[in-house]
């Protein structure tokens, strides 16, 4: 199970941190990633982190503003936004991948949490 938390509404240039905590399953041997949707799109990738923590990858729009990292002794992945756009605004998901490897494709992953609203403001 996956419990992903702080979401909310912030003004554009604001920063937010989500987190994201599992349960029942063996964290640090998942890759983790965060995914964003908003009303009409697609799921977009916007982060991922691999097992080890030692590679990760980024969407080309988040790029330089967003940074994931992960606590394998908490179980958690983070999701640290910083200079938020009005194009931000989206349903974050995270999601974890038994692979252990960094994926951009959502079917690669195994498990999703619940989302969290993340709202900016212009």
């Known amino acids: 199970q996956l419990q992903a938390s702080g979401g909310g509404l912030v003004q554009a240039g604001g920063s937010l941190r989500l987190s994201c905590t599992a349960s029942g399953l063996t964290f640090s041997s998942y890759s983790m990633g965060w995914f964003r949707q908003s009303t009409g799109k697609e799921r977009e990738f916007v982060a991922a982190r691999n097992w080890r923590g030692t590679i990760t990858g980024y969407g080309d729009s988040v790029r330089g503003r967003f940074t994931i990292s992960r606590d394998n002794g908490k179980n958690t992945v983070y999701l640290q936004m910083n200079n938020l756009k009005s194009e931000d605004t989206a349903v974050y998901y995270c999601?974890?991948?038994?692979?252990?490897?960094?994926?951009?494709?959502?079917?690669?992953?195994?498990?999703w949490g619940q989302g969290t609203q993340v709202t900016v403001s212009s």
């Open positions: 999601a974890a991948d038994r692979s252990g490897l960094i994926h951009r494709q959502s079917a690669y992953y195994d498990y």
